[in-house]
């Protein structure tokens, strides 16, 4: 495989469950990226991930939380979700933290439905 | 605060025609990056262009363009020949230059672009 991949593609669950979305990157980037994609909003960051290390949290709430167990594998596990947290979550990779010119490639996200 | 403004919520063109996708930015940032992303219906996010605040020539990637204008803060999007398959959501994103500090993004809201035949 090649590139950003995410996984499920389409998600629905409950307010009650706890799933998690996964996201691996094969493009040996060191930085790794949670995006939200609501309706009609601009893309919102929600967590940086360099080496391994979070270094950045976006006020996420903390029915998001994020893991890095390698550079190339990033997840967002949920839990107590609310109906507003359905969205598209897309995760993103670059080679570094570097400011400017790195550019982000994207996978595909995950469609969830919160019901 | 930076800011990235897309005033077109959506664009038609016919094929084989050019479309300019309009994208204006606001940052007191001296070195900067900006960026053009297309999102088909399929929802991944592809990257097109990038133009650096430094650069001279504007960025060209085959029948994308951009039309980099530093003294307005303008970054438009050029697309040259459409065709069908562009028809998607187009977003201009903005990465300011923070030094040893966290590669943020910073997106429009995007124009759906649609293109017919």
């Known amino acids: 495989e090649t590139g950003v991949t995410q996984t499920p593609r389409h998600l629905v669950m409950g307010m009650t469950n706890k799933k998690s979305l996964k996201c691996e990157q094969h493009?040996?980037?060191?930085?790794m990226y949670w995006y939200k994609q609501s309706a009609k909003k601009p893309l919102e960051l929600m967590f940086v991930?360099?080496?391994?290390?979070?270094?950045e949290n976006n006020s996420v709430p903390s029915r998001f939380s994020p893991e890095c167990p390698n550079s190339s594998h990033l997840f967002l596990h949920l839990h107590t979700l609310q109906p507003e947290d359905s969205a598209l979550y897309l995760c993103?990779?670059?080679?570094?933290?570097?400011?400017?010119?790195?550019?982000?490639?994207f996978g595909p996200g995950t469609r969830l439905t919160v019901l | 605060a930076q800011k990235i403004t897309q005033t077109q919520p959506g664009m038609f063109v016919q094929e084989k025609e050019a479309v300019t996708l309009d994208c204006t930015y606001d940052?007191?940032?001296?070195?900067?990056?900006l960026f053009w992303y297309k999102q088909p219906s399929s929802g991944e996010m592809i990257f097109l262009i990038y133009?650096?605040?430094?650069?001279?020539q504007n960025a060209t990637e085959g029948r994308y363009s951009l039309n980099f204008q530093k003294a307005r803060k303008s970054a438009n999007l050029v697309i040259s020949a459409s065709q069908l398959g562009d028809s998607a959501m187009y977003f201009c994103?903005?990465?300011?230059?923070?030094?040893?500090?966290?590669?943020?993004?910073?997106f429009g809201t995007g124009t759906r672009l649609q293109v017919f035949p």
């Open positions: 991930y360099s080496l391994e290390e979070r270094v």
């Open positions: 940052t007191s940032d001296q070195s900067y990056g």
């Open positions: 133009q650096g605040s430094y650069d001279e």
């Open positions: 994103a903005m990465s300011p230059d923070i030094p040893y500090n966290t590669d943020k993004l910073i």
């Open positions: 993103a990779s670059s080679q570094e933290l570097s400011g400017g010119a790195d550019t982000q490639y």
């Open positions: 493009l040996g980037h060191n930085a």
